[in-house]
């Protein structure tokens, strides 16, 4: 465990912004998600020591982030508005914040180059950053985040603004720390994106947390609701026929090319299909279930 909140809520005036929230941080790549006002910067200053709880208790690597001034070493923080000092240019801005984190000069300087390598912005790292796009200004904020090596990287919304390749190399970069031992908390209202970088989900609503783990056992969880499959045929009424002499199928809806199930218990249906396809000779072509994704998870966990 790299971090937890036990009990934690915070308000500023009359204004709620978490409530009793209880949460356990593993190691590698966790998603924070929610809708815009879920309270998920909250969530994230808590955790990097910006702000007190109102009620409850907050650890981070096992200390108290607020409190605690040597922890800021071994954490990287990417927040999501901009604060730069705009006549800067990206190389120098990195190496200044390499170097407020306790790195040497020739070191900072060697550290925050392979941090903008890495984040692919070598070519714009000696321009100011006041002429940087949304884009631009996001990757250098990602580079600052990881150049002093942290154990553990805090990441704010760090795809917005950026075109689709960006977010595409921003999500392998994730991907990658996680890979390699470091911890990265990254939040998110856009929930694809994040199924792109980890399984391993804090879902916020309301100030709430409505769920955590991996995105198959929340799932798994939520026995109200069926499962839905989509399966491709060619040959749809016979399928759809041989499917409801199953047990624990709940409804069968026949489309032009496909059939779509709902079951109680998924697995037994993904056991029996290579009967019904090799000794009744039903063809199905593909399956697919939406209904396993994050957007339908917080869907249920929200309804």
Known sequence: MIASFEKVAKWYGAVVGLVDVDVEVAPGVTGLLGPNGAGKSTFLKLLTGQIVPSQGRVRLLGTDPFRDWRLHRRIGFCPEPDAFWEQLTGREFVRYLTRLHGVAGREASRRADEAIARVDLDAEADRPIRGYSKGMRQRIKLAQALAHAPEVIVLDEPLNGMDPVGRK????????????????????HILHEVEGMTRQVVLLYQ???????????IRALLDRYPHK??????????????LLALERIVAVRVEEDSVQVETRDPDALFDLLPRLVLDEGLPVESLHSEDLSLDAVFEYLTA
């Open 229 to 242: 499959i989509r399966l491709r045929t060619g040959r749809p009424r016979d399928l759809a026929r041989a």
């Open 169 to 188: 190399k921003t999500t392998n970069l994730i991907r990658e720390l996680g890979a390699q031992g470091v911890s990265v908390l990254v939040s998110s």
């Open 207 to 217: 100030g709430r947390v409505r769920a955590q783990g991996e995105i198959g056992e």
